[in-house]
Each structure stands twice: as structure tokens, then as C-alpha cells.
């Protein structure tokens, strides 16, 4: 009689959604933990992998913060700068440079706790001369920051980066059967349900993809 009903259902689907960001909240979480492994067989966030002739892939990093373990704006500038490099500086297995188109798609996965020095770093301007020219920084080499709140608070202090502008991704999404949604609202099957019933079903995996594409930035 109020509509709440159909209101429901659409908030299913938001609950549907959230339910892949979990899933991916803890493959994140998960990528240094020991047999989390990407498709070389090496943990996902490693500190000395190496494919073929690509030298030593660290993408596990680690930088101190002035204060706690919340990065400033000034410290997300440094943190990009330094996230970007690596990137650069990671080879395929014939030594050459591996995130050259890669790189022009630069995004960010945070918890909470980070959003605001983030939200600044990538809407401040950096004042050059005396012209009042500027250069913003944060937009510039960043595509986007995405706030995931599945991220546990004792995670708070890591930070993951993503290269996206190419074809291979750092996480793979294979769906083997669609989204099935089956809503049970006839007469008969509210009196067995006491209520309508919402079904859902569906098969896929996300998993590990390729770890030259992400980076795990921890703040000590």
C-alpha cells in the first residue's frame, strides 16, 4: 500500500553491487598475503618478482606520512609522483618499458579515512610564477580516486593503484552465467513464503590479474 515493496527491490540491486565491491575489498586486502598469487605464482603485491628479462617488479611500496598514517594533500602529490614512476619503471619480459599506454589511466582505490586529503590533492592548484599560472597537479596524472568503504578500518592505511589504459587489467571479471532475477509475488506463492520472495543467481569469478598493473602503496 506505500510502495515499499518496489522500493526494496530496487535497493537489491544496490546490495547486489556492494557485494562485488566486498569481494573485491578483500582480494585488495588479500594481495600480500601469502598464497595470493597472481598468474606468475608469485604473491600479488610482491617485492621481487621478475618475468623473462623485466629486472625486479616491486609493487609493494611503503612510505612514512608526517602525521599518523592519513596522508595530507601535499603527501598524496608525492604519493602519485612516486606510484606513477614505478609504473613507468616496471618491464615486460623482453625489458621493455610495460605501462606506457597503461599509465594514461591512473585510478585510485582508498578507505575512508583518505578521501579527504585525496579530495584536495586532486582539486588544488599548485602556484608557478608570478603570473598566477597553475599547474593542477592531482588532475592531471589521476584519472579518479574511488572511496571503497568495505576496505576494513584496519586496512585504512593502504592505498591501491591501478594503470587501466591498457588491455591487460590488474583484476580479472569473467561472468559465466547472467544475473538472474526470479521475484515470487503470485498469490500462491506469497501465502507458502509469507511474502514475496526475491531470488537471484549468477556465476563469475574475480580474481588476480596482472600485477604489473597495480600497486599497493601502505602508509607506516
Do not use: C
Not at 586486502?29 to 616491486?58: E, L, M, Q
Not at 591501478?162 to 509475488?185: D, H, N, W
Not at 514475496?196 to 607506516?220: H, N
Amino acid at each position: 500500500q506505500t510502495g515499499l515493496i518496489n522500493t526494496r527491490f530496487s535497493e537489491s540491486g544496490e546490495v547486489w553491487t556492494s557485494f562485488k565491491d566486498s569481494l573485491l575489498a578483500t582480494l585488495l586486502a588479500n594481495g600480500n598475503v601469502a598464497g595470493n598469487t597472481g598468474w606468475d605464482g608469485v604473491v600479488y603485491y610482491g617485492d621481487s618478482r621478475t618475468i623473462g628479462d623485466s629486472g625486479t617488479i616491486d609493487n609493494n611500496l611503503t612510505a612514512a606520512a608526517a602525521t599518523g598514517t592519513t596522508l595530507t594533500s601535499a603527501e598524496w602529490l608525492t604519493t602519485i609522483n612516486s606510484v606513477r614512476t614505478s609504473f613507468y619503471g616496471f618491464n615486460d619480459d623482453r625489458g621493455r618499458p610495460f605501462n606506457t599506454q597503461a599509465i594514461n589511466n591512473l585510478r585510485a582505490i582508498i578507505h575512508p579515512d583518505q578521501e579527504r586529503g585525496s579530495f584536495e590533492a586532486m582539486n588544488q592548484a599548485t602556484f608557478t610564477g608570478g603570473s598566477g599560472a597553475s599547474n593542477e597537479y592531482g588532475r592531471r596524472f589521476m584519472n579518479g580516486i574511488d572511496v571503497l568503504p568495505y576496505i576494513a578500518s584496519g586496512d585504512s592505511d593502504e592505498l591501491y593503484f591501478s594503470a587501466l589504459g591498457s588491455v591487460r587489467k590488474p583484476f580479472i571479471y569473467q561472468e559465466r552465467t547472467p544475473l538472474e532475477v526470479l521475484v515470487l509475488s503470485g498469490a500462491d506463492d506469497v501465502a507458502v513464503n509469507n511474502g514475496v520472495m526475491l531470488l537471484t543467481r549468477q556465476r563469475f569469478i574475480l580474481t588476480y590479474g596482472e600485477p604489473r598493473r597495480s600497486i599497493l602503496f601502505t602508509v607506516t
